[in-house]
């Protein structure tokens, strides 16, 4: 098996120019400006908190204004009685904290061939960060949900034509009942000790652990219990796929997946001197079992050590400890398999909305 992607001029270029312009580390890489789409730069991939201001941001539609003041939320639909929720009756509630990771469904889409429209993402539409806010499950209990209700349905204050000729639309998506009412499905108003940022989802957010990023809706307006599935655009003509097993379903949990985040592609590394191969490594349906690393592009391969970070809905920090014997060069890949069975597979499965990527992607460098 052989999984470089090299070409040899870009591999000696690199190693051999320290000149060469590299993205800026300290800020998000755009790929839209209206609206913002932005992912986090490699450099912050290898830190377990991802810094606010280098959080990925996905938004469809402008960022809307609004005063937490004057901000309220409503449940209503199908209960005996419609909640509505201010911002104060909110942070005045004991305020849980509960750690996550959250991935675009589109991460890594630039790496399918053929090319698929949407967003270019390449590795950084994935961070972590640390949620605080409260649990939905006392307030829709508190509305009092019908015995036929099977879906909640989240309304964002973002509005606008989701293509051309549609007509303007507030973002909306749905949950399944029992999703909604898991302990760890939360109204969020904080994002790494600090106050959710505009760009985040100010003042308040959905954040749904383990699914993909599209159902935490930001800038959450309302929410409704209905009886039956609800159908919109990006509930039923975007976040869907036929998987490889030629099933058709929506978008939910997040894949298994792993990167290399350490040594960067194209880097030159020194005979002798050790390094510490690193990365990340999730999973929405369970936890990550093990994370089997190669340096020889998929000839032999070694057990990661797991970092004791997986603390919550967070990912897995895993390393080997390398020392390059020889000038050459290298390509380092990473596999991961989560405790329920699912192993990351070697290649992409390509879709047309370019969703779910998580084959191995190889890192090559030059030991000189
Ligand atoms: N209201 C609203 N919520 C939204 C979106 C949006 O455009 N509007 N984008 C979704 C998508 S596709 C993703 S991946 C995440 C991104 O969250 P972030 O921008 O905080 O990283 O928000 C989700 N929630
Ligand atoms: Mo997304």
Known sequence: MTLCTCIKAESVKVAEDPTVTRPGSHELVPIDTRPLVAETPLSALRSWLTPTPLFYVRNHFD???IDADTWSLTIDGAVSNPVEISFSELVRLPKKTVPAMMECAGNNRSDLDPKVPGNPFRDGAVSNAV????PLKPFLQQAGFSSG???VLFEGTDRGEPE?????APYQRSLPLQIALHPDTMLVYEMSGETLTPDHGFPVRLIVPRWYGMASVKWLKSIRVIERPFVGFFQTERYV???ESGTEGQL???VVKSFVSWPEHGTSLPVGQPVAVSGMAWSGAGPIRRVDVSIDGGATWQDAHMDESAIGYSWQEWHIDWTPEEPGHCTIVARAADDTGNLQPLENYWNPLGYCING????CVTVV
């Open 241 to 243: 796929m036929t998987d």
């Open 149 to 151: 209700a099977v879906e």
């Open 360 to 363: 191995v992607k190889p890192v």
């Open 164 to 168: 051309p000729g549609r007509g303007e």
């Open 252 to 254: 939910s949990l997040m």
């Open 63 to 65: 960022v809307p204004e």
């Open 131 to 134: 949620w605080a806010g409260a």
